[in-house]
């Protein structure tokens, strides 16, 4: 009865999973951490998780997302979705990204469900990424899918890798765009499309 500390045995790896566990736990050692403190020794098999959920999107699948969730309409005004949040990895540093996505399309007698879009972005997001393939993947899947006259993809964000290392430029943001069809070949959609997010990104 010296301690009332509970013994925490090291868990043996499930068949696949806490596979990524090990070589954490050699990543702490290497950091000169003691990966046998009391907080560090769960440790492995939490960031074995994180990363598991944070690169879920390459396990998802656009089909099974959607449903079938694509409806006939005569609508054809443009669709926006704004604000949609992501937190996203970028592949140079696995350090997060975050920040927002802004979606707009002109429908051609289709629509597809509109909380269908952010699952849409996860499925991106959840990967190890740079923001303009980010950008690009978006804006193609909805035009696969839905096979709209146009779309319009706009991703504000900042990146853990310019404000927390080095650089240290806390207040740098990043802005893409992608443009397809009738958003890029025609000023008005586009110029539409900016202003409603520019409206949004003012505060007013
Ligand atoms: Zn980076």
Redesign the pocket.
Known sequence: MRSNKAVVKVMPPKSGENSIAPHIHEILKELGENPGRDGLQRTPQRVDQALRFLTSGYRMDVQKILNGALYDVKYDEMVVVKDIEFFSM????M?P?FGKVHVAYLPNKKVIGLSKIPRIVDVFARRLQIQERLTQEVAQTIQEVVDPVGVGVIVEAR????MMRGVEKQHSGAMTSAMLGAFRTQKETRDEFLALVNHRMNGS
């Open positions: 970028c592949e140079h540093h350090l990204f990146h853990f890798c310019m």
